[in-house]
């Protein structure tokens, strides 16, 4: 038996507590949805480790959740017989936050609490959201296939550190009481906690009881009944049909499974049926999440089978470029104990992916181009998913060559046409404004939109009406080695080789550039002699108009912005 011990939180839980406790006070019943939420992740664990040892139900294979109140006691609790915790799992999990990209989170909050309580939310607050109510929280939890007397008893008052002892503990599964701060006895209500639970957990699949309460005409009050009674649906959201899921359910459980707090901007729901028979749920979140950019991130898809959860971050379900999807995939065809070695050879996860990777550019394409009264608003929806996910989306174009010319079409650029770095032109776009006669697609990529659009290549173009692409995200150039037309029509570097503008040229033009060249010949010569060791070559050029003379690469050659890319990268 081990004594009672204390220890203290790892940094950035203190700092997460002080902050979401001001944060979130205006929002403060969602703690009963972390603490579900949690409870409900617990038993999909416990079914997925029981499909290969079925003891560990302890002969209460049914999974569910209980919340109950003390009006005298003033606390609620809320219990769960899913996997439960050891004193480990207590210390570890409750004591740190294990999500990817922690450090660097904290690292970027402000200082400033309304700011950084904006950031938040999206952080995701979890397990700690008790304390937005409670002073003290205590947690007794034993894990599922150990001793009764291998229970753990969790404590603390959110203040710094916490205590963990062993405890005995017959049921297993976790009970997490809240002792409510001055002032929270609203929430020592049936009618709240249901009313809380319908709004928020309602799409939770395992049953969520409480004590039923009746009105007793002799006392003139409501009072408990010995009788439990379910609160929400219990049934696996995505089983149910569309037409029976409000909009604010679907939001809920994006919400569940995200861990984000912002509601997302849309989502797809369908039942496939065929070769491979499965349910998605997909959702595109309205904000990139702050650790996008993290390699090692874990992906948004958890996959089910037969309603079973299986495993969260199912990678194999969707390409790298499509990282920023959240969702839930459940297949009737591949068995419980599929493992991550066997789905990365299935040949039904292949076809899932595919399927559902033709779902989301169709979610895509269904808010890009949308017509009619609400045409506008899901275009802006576009626009902001352009802005948030618009460069990993990119990535596709090289990634995912069965369906590059669809992502073609979903790409946003910069361009002359505006006098904005907006990136809001399709190349649909571009072509609808082509000048007679123009077959190609002109860009140019830089840095920076100000160094595109003062770029001395576009002078002539400028000079001719033609529109050119500004493109300076970083996966530009990357991209465009793999993108080289667009609908048949070339895409071509203004600042590469020998600038042909084709039909775009007169005859009258065309004259008189030979006439200039052989006027200058010598000129010509002379400065190759002088520039011998520094340039390839001197041509006169005509894609100028008020510069004297400009930097072009090579037709075949790396570009000047790549070149500085790869040098900036080491190479
Ligand atoms: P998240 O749910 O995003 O992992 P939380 O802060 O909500 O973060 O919970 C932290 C961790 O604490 C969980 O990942 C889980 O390991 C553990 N935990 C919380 N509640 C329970 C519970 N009811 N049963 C078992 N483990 C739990
Ligand atoms: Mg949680």
């Not at 068995?335 to 895509?364: C, H, W, Y």
């Not at 352009?386 to 790409?411: H, M, P, S, T």
Request: net charge negative; aromatic share 8%.
């Amino acid at each position: 038996m081990s004594e009672k011990q204390t220890l203290g939180f790892q940094a950035e839980v203190s700092q997460l507590l002080q902050l979401m406790i001001h944060s979130l006070y205006s929002n403060k019943e969602i703690f009963l949805r972390e603490l579900i939420s949690n409870a409900s992740d617990a038993s999909d664990k416990l079914r997925f480790e029981a499909i290969n040892d079925a003891s560990l139900f302890e002969n209460d294979s049914e999974l569910k959740i209980k919340v109950s109140f003390d009006k005298a006691a003033r606390t609620i609790t809320i219990a769960d017989n899913g996997i439960g915790m050891t004193r480990d799992d207590a210390i570890n999990h409750l004591g740190t936050i294990a999500k990817s990209g922690t450090k660097e989170f904290f690292a970027k909050l402000s200082g400033d609490q309304q700011k950084d309580a904006a950031m938040i939310g999206q952080f995701g607050v979890g397990f700690y959201s008790g304390f937005i109510v409670a002073d003290k929280m205590t947690v007794e939890s034993r894990r599922a296939g150990t001793a009764a007397s291998e229970g753990v008893r969790w404590e603390s008052t959110g203040a710094g550190d916490f205590s963990v002892e062993q405890i005995t503990k017959e049921d297993r599964g976790t009970a997490i009481t809240l002792h409510l701060r001055e002032g929270e006895d609203d929430f020592l209500s049936s009618w709240k906690l249901k009313s809380i639970i319908r709004t928020y957990s309602d799409h939770i699949s395992l049953p969520i009881l409480m004590q039923k309460e009746e009105w007793d005409d002799e006392k003139k009050e409501q009072v408990l009944k010995d009788e439990l009674e379910t609160v929400n649906q219990a049934s696996a959201l995505w089983a149910r049909s569309k037409s029976e899921i409000t909009p604010e359910q679907y939001t809920e459980f994006y919400k569940h499974i995200s861990h984000d707090y912002t509601a997302p901007l849309t989502h797809t729901h369908n039942r496939v049926e065929g070769r491979s028979e499965y349910t998605q749920l997909l959702y595109i979140p309205s904000r990139a999440p702050f650790d996008m950019w993290d390699r090692n991130k874990r992906g948004g898809i958890k996959l089910y089978v037969k309603r079973v959860f299986i495993m969260d971050d199912a990678e194999q379900l969707m390409p790298v470029y499509l990282r920023f999807v959240k969702g839930i995939i459940d297949s009737n065809d591949l068995p419980l104990n599929v493992s991550r070695e066997i789905l990365q050879e299935s040949r039904d996860i292949k076809a899932i992916r595919e399927g559902s990777t033709k779902r989301v550019l169709g979610m895509l394409e269904d808010l890009a181009n949308a017509e009619g009264d609400e045409g506008e608003s899901e275009k802006e929806k576009f626009a902001s998913f352009w802005k948030e996910f618009g460069q990993v989306l990119k990535e596709g174009i090289g990634e995912d060559a069965a369906n590059k010319d669809r992502i073609a079409a979903l790409l946003r650029f910069a361009s002359t046409h505006n006098d904005s770095d907006a990136q809001n032109v399709s190349f649909a776009d571009y072509l609808a404004r082509a000048k007679e006669g123009q077959d190609k697609i002109y860009y140019v990529t830089a840095d920076t939109y100000a160094a595109a659009k003062n770029s001395p290549h576009l002078e002539i173009f400028r000079k001719k009406g033609v529109e050119v692409l500004l493109l300076t995200d970083r996966v530009d150039e990357w991209m465009l080695s793999f993108l080289t037309a667009f609908e048949g029509k070339d895409l071509v570097s203004v600042a590469k080789g020998d600038l042909d503008l084709g039909k775009l040229e007169d005859e009258a033009e065309k004259k008189q550039h030979e006439e200039t060249e052989t006027q200058f010949k010598d000129l010509v010569e002379k400065m190759k002699t002088a520039l011998a060791d520094k340039a390839k070559d001197v041509r006169i050029t005509f894609r100028l108009t008020d510069s004297p003379a400009c930097l072009v690469a090579d037709e075949n050659e790396l570009s000047g912005n790549l070149v500085r890319m790869l040098k900036a990268a080491g190479q």
